[in-house]
């Protein structure tokens, strides 16, 4: 279909396409704005003749922000109406919209609450005034009132799957946090038995090279009933694996005033009926503390997962970061878990060539690699991140200096993982079932930590137990006990 014939067949339909980039949590985000805009009366249509085509866009890294204009200006060229929203729409607003003509519309996560009104604008041809971006960091924390408030008492269990969540909804107040922040209020865009779940939203961590807090805005916790009730929704849709997501889940409920209500939230959410797996994401090593680590590794129901920010090994690098750790420490973290639980899967992402990263620090790092067995590893090269303390650093290193950094720890990851699957030859591993003869262990996560094919019946949605036979890469071979 021609630019002209879709700008006709569409100009007066009130449908939108939801273009989903990013991680998790932004899935959860378009999952809510689906739910605002059937709301207020629009069409949800993936058909490709949709009258606007909305972005929720990724700006963290370099790569993001390219692939979010990128699918723009693919939109763009569909003859839709073309809306940006998501992180880069926040963190660049006005500068965004003056440099990206071809959107129709650049919007700030303050206009998710009138997501409906925003898009019938655009299709009016009414002009939108992209937002200055402001920083989030400095936004007030709860008030003793409202936290007392928030901190509602976590039911018991046993409690029948109540309707899907009803439209209406409070709003946070003013300024706390992106209007995509803590609600229950979603429609969910994709199918499968696995759904991530928005435990926070917000970061009150001061990284040197990340600028999410300045965009997200400070930590705010989801209340523990809003959680449960959001299982219990997702669970009568179908879902028995929900990972719960947050720029940082380690800090869940410190601002409603008890910094261990992860730990008495997770049986809750386990013994959700129809609940069969709950994972946690995003853990930061500085805030695991003993109980915690404890209730995720030996709590039934609860895989045994831990996807820890690392981010490098050298105590002097962690420093500059702005964080805690080094070498050791973070063996002896490892090693807590694994006395646990020992078959506990552990992820980590790690940053290399930061400013002043040194020979011995890779060293430090290619060192803790070898003897902390992990099972899933990303390696990221360093770059400035625009409003960043590490963008002003002395000591950059060159691009292609980082490069090779990264593509020798890169192999070397990659060796180590694979020998890490090896490592559960001949284990028993429980399986969730995704699609007809491939699902995912409790030490896999959706998408990042490889697979496992079955062999034998497996119905999807099941957790089936699996006896490992190979081991290709990360990804797992293994035959299906007969029950």
């Known amino acids: ?171 946070l107040p003013e300024g706390l946090a992106p209007a995509s922040g803590p609600r229950v209020l979603r429609r969910r865009l994709g199918g499968g038995p696995a759904a991530p779940l928005k435990l926070a939203s917000g970061c009150d961590r001061r990284c040197t090279f990340c600028a999410i807090p300045a965009f997200r805005g400070a930590y705010v916790s989801r209340r523990p009933t809003e959680v449960l009730d959001e299982a219990r929704w997702l669970a009568g849709q179908g879902v028995r694996e929900v990972i719960l997501v947050s720029e940082n889940s380690t800090s869940y409920g410190k601002d409603l005033g008890d910094l261990r209500l992860l730990e008495t939230l997770l049986p809750e959410l386990a013994a959700v009926p129809g609940i069969d797996r709950v994972r946690v994401s995003y853990l930061q090593p500085a805030e695991l503390r003993p109980g915690l680590i404890e209730a995720i590794a030996a709590t039934p129901g609860v895989a045994p997962y831990f996807d820890l920010s690392f981010q490098h090994a050298s105590g002097p690098v962690l420093r500059r970061m702005r964080r805690f750790g080094d070498r050791e420490r973070f063996l002896g973290l490892l090693e807590q878990i694994r006395s646990l639980a020992p078959e506990a899967g552990v992820r980590s992402n790690f940053i290399v060539g930061f400013p002043g990263e040194s020979e011995h620090d890779v060293e430090e790092l290619a ?117």
């Not at 206009?111 to 009016?124: F, K, N, P, Q, T």
């Not at 003793?144 to 969540?165: K, L, N």
């Not at 993982?417 to 995704?434: D, F, I």
Request: one cysteine or more.
């Open 367 to 483: 060192a803790f690699l070898t003897a902390a067995r992990l099972d899933a590893v990303g390696v990221f090269g360093y770059s400035d991140e625009e409003g960043t303390e590490a963008a002003g650093f002395d000591g950059k290193l060159d691009a292609e200096e980082v490069g090779a950094r990264v593509a020798d720890l890169s192999v070397l990851a990659e060796e180590l993982t694979a020998q890490r699957a090896e490592e559960r030859l001949g284990s028993v591993v429980e399986v969730l079932v995704e699609e007809p003869g491939e699902g995912r262990a409790a030490h896999q996560a959706p998408e990042i930590d490889g697979a496992v094919t079955l062999k034998g019946d497996a119905a999807v949605g099941e957790i089936v137990r699996a006896r490992v036979v190979e081991a290709i890469g990360v990804d797992l071979l293994a035959v299906v006990d007969e029950p």
């Open 1 to 171: 279909m021609s630019t002209a014939d879709h700008s006709a067949n569409s100009a007066d339909r009130r449908s939108v396409s939801l273009v989903t980039l990013g991680c998790a949590r932004n899935e959860v985000d378009s999952e809510e704005l689906a739910a605002r805009l059937e709301s207020a009366g629009w069409t949800l249509d993936d058909s490709g003749d949709a009258s606007v085509v909305l972005v929720n866009t990724c700006g963290f890294i370099d790569a993001a922000k390219k692939d979010s204009i990128d699918t723009l200006l693919a939109a763009a060229g569909s003859g839709a109406k073309v809306v940006a929203a998501g992180c880069l729409a926040e963190r660049y607003g006005a500068e965004l919209a003056e440099s990206l003509p071809e959107a129709d519309a650049v919007l700030s996560f303050d206009d998710y609450a009138s997501i409906g009104e925003r898009l019938d604008g655009v299709l009016a041809g009414r002009t939108h005034r992209a937002h200055t971006p402001h920083d989030r960091r400095k936004l007030l924390p709860l008030s003793p009132a409202e936290r007392s408030s928030a901190h509602a008492h976590v039911p018991g269990h046993g409690t029948q799957a109540p309707p899907a969540p009803a439209r209406e909804h409070t709003d």
